[in-house]
């Protein structure tokens, strides 16, 4: 199924060596042993995930157009780091992350309420509402409330604590080693370059859902990372979607993708009114010549999206509104909470809407879509809990799942560096 | 009640499912949904169903900034039923999608931003 012979690759597509591997090879690479769950269900892995996953890797936080004007910021909790993360584009345009953390006693310097907060700091700055400590958004300390008070304070040392902070295609990522062990460009290495190119910035009417789920956050990852559920899980959203095939596998690195093919499911007669909005015209429509080369390389016309999955949390689903009709591509990420509770994030893009109409199209597409992911979730803390009730002890994996073998594998081999 | 709902002349008709049905953000829309029955998803759809093209074509003039009140009520409507439409014709008139995850935990980040805002993205 990854077949490449007897086709023409897209132009570009040379470029990637990681194409057109046999299930064959694959296997031979990745095994077909069943996948121990230890990991998933013991705490101490949990710890070690932290320590030596989490603090050390490359993870996105934002977007560009997320935070689009000098002095825009986003304050994300990381539980899995203990910290809370302020990401802000400073009076030079540049995107700083920094710990959202007081140099003075240690109190948050934006208050948020949420998992994640959005704001904008006037005049380039930022206080603590505490005691009025004042920092530039670049993150030096500037003022401080009664300074002469302190007998001796040296504010030259007393800026926000700086994380690295790096952008690829639009997606922001920190990374809390000081310093990483890597650029995150070699840490995308090729599936960087894989997914390059693509207009993401131009998707930017966005629906964002999150939810807390109760299990292990690697059980979410992997109920997102396959394609061999859709005929059962999405039976009743996704009625009559045929020909799901989930292949063209590409190993990178810690990193990974595949790709949904599928002839799509016959519209119900609503849905075929709304999507004509969208499905046919350029802007929101079917855009294949957008995507990136080495994305469905041989030009399939029953190409749906991309599933990648970049380690150690985050997916894009890159579509070029192949697939659901106007959606540009969406993103899922899961961010634990603890060992047995899960942040999960979903976000579908499309390009704006330019009336009221394109508007209405987009909303149906998203309560279709935000319907089959209240199916997906529906699995996550049933898996869970029949992990944990220890009458199993390996997962048994087939081919579509190719995606989970080879992160389960990554992530005991960061454990053990 | 149906006398206090301007729409734009030609779908004044639907002036009865905007009370009901119409609002302007996925949270409150989600709360009417989450409460109604086989009936009301079936008798709304039977009614918008062969409207929607002449709806769609209208709103396509309509730029979603700046709309007066009677545009924005056929947007929150025809919105309602973006959203609705589906629970008849896949979910057998369930206000539930069936075998799924509570939709009451799902949070929309957008969910209490009027629909016509794009807003944070």
Redesign the interface.
Known sequence: MNDLSGTTPRKGSEAFSHLGRSVEAIRAELGIEPVPVEAIRDPAVYELEREKIFRRTWLKVATDWEIPEKGDYKVKELQVADTSVLIVRGKDGVVRAFHNVCTHRGNKVVPNSDFETFGKARANVVSCRFHGWVFSTDGPLRSVPMEEAFGKLDKACLGLREIACETWEGFIFINLADPPEQSLADFLGDFGKLFAGYPYAEATSAFRYSTVLECNWKVALYAFSEGYHVPTIHAGSLPGFSGVEHSDFKLIGPHASSTIYGLGMEAASSTAVFASRLVANDHHGPRPDLLPPGINPTGRQDFQFELPNIFPNFLIHLAAGCGYPGIAFFTHQFWPLDHGRTLWEGINYFRPARNAAERVAQMHTNALHRNAWLEDTATMEDTYQGIRAGVIDEMQLMDQEFLIRHAARNFDAHLAG | MTDTVTLPGRFEDLAPLVATWARPTENARSKIRWSAGPEDFSDF?EVM?PR??EI?????????EG?DEA?TNL?CL??A???A??HH???GGSAD???????R??????GDVP??E?G??
Not at chain 2, 56 to 64: E, G, M, N
Not at chain 2, 97 to 103: K, T
Request: glycine share 2%; aromatic share 20%; net charge negative.
């Open positions: 759809y169903l929607l093209p769609l074509d209208y709103l396509a003039t309509v730029p979603l709309m545009d947007f025809a919105a039923f973006a959203e439409a589906p014709e896949l979910y999608v069936p075998f799924s995850f509570s939709a935990r799902f949070v929309p980040g957008h629909s016509w794009t944070r993205n």
